[in-house]
T-cell receptor
């Protein structure tokens, strides 16, 4: 077990709705990254949060947004859900020092189904 | 062209076989190379990571990186049914702020 916890485990939403996913990072880690993993594919980087600010973003539209809190936990928000947003959403935590990160450890993920 | 290419398999081998899993990449700035194992409906679990070129061994697992060919491998010796999972390669530049993953190779080790 990595100590990275995600909630909820599963979620079913309808197209057009909004969703919030949550992640608690591993003890001692200060950085959280979010990934989307479609069925049969590798994880795709959404964004990373460090010091409560976005520290890098992948090719995802602005309706994907995030937050990091002072305790280093994080939220991923997705607005105006589309059918293609159905996927496993993974949170990974790591430790960053002097602007340089380290190995990322993953949680079990939240499986989102958009109907 | 994807930055990281990985044969999706599936790869089916008998118990005790040596397994070779591979990835190729296009970005010469990648410096860190990771292998993750993912069981069905679980998050990826870090197996090994290496820096730059060379070999690294950990028990039954050996990771190899050939930066000149932009090619990485993971070897599993004496494979076990419990090794049946999807294996993901991942890469990063020096600052680790973004990991680039392959699509994963599904491995089935038959008893």
């Amino acid at each position: 077990e990595t100590g990275v916890t995600q909630s909820p485990t599963h979620l079913i939403k309808t197209r057009g709705q909004q969703v919030t996913l949550r992640c608690s990072s591993q003890s001692g880690h200060n950085t959280v990254s979010w990934y989307q993993q479609a069925l049969g594919q590798g994880p795709q980087f959404i964004f990373q949060y460090y010091r409560e600010e976005e520290n890098g973003r992948g090719n995802f539209p602005p309706r994907f947004s995030g937050l990091q809190f002072p305790n280093y936990s994080s939220e991923l928000n997705v607005n105006a859900l589309e059918l293609d947003d159905s996927a496993l959403y993974l949170c990974a935590s790591s430790f960053t020092s002097g602007g340089v990160g380290n190995i990322q450890y993953f949680g079990a993920g939240t499986r989102l189904s958009v109907l | 062209q994807k930055e990281v290419e990985q044969d999706p398999g599936p790869l089916s081998v008998p118990e005790g076989a040596i397994v070779s899993l591979n990835c190729t990449y296009s970005n010469s700035a990648f410096q860190y190379f990771m292998w993750y194992r993912q069981y069905s409906r679980k998050g990826p679990e870090l197996l090994m990571y290496t820096y730059s070129s060379g070999n690294k061994e950990d028990g039954r697992f050996t990771a190899q990186v050939d930066k000149s060919s932009k090619y990485i491998s993971l070897f599993i010796r004496d494979s076990q049914p419990s090794d049946s999972a999807t294996y993901l390669c991942a890469m990063s530049i020096y600052n680790f702020n973004k990991f680039y993953f392959g699509s994963g190779t599904k491995l089935n080790v038959k008893p």
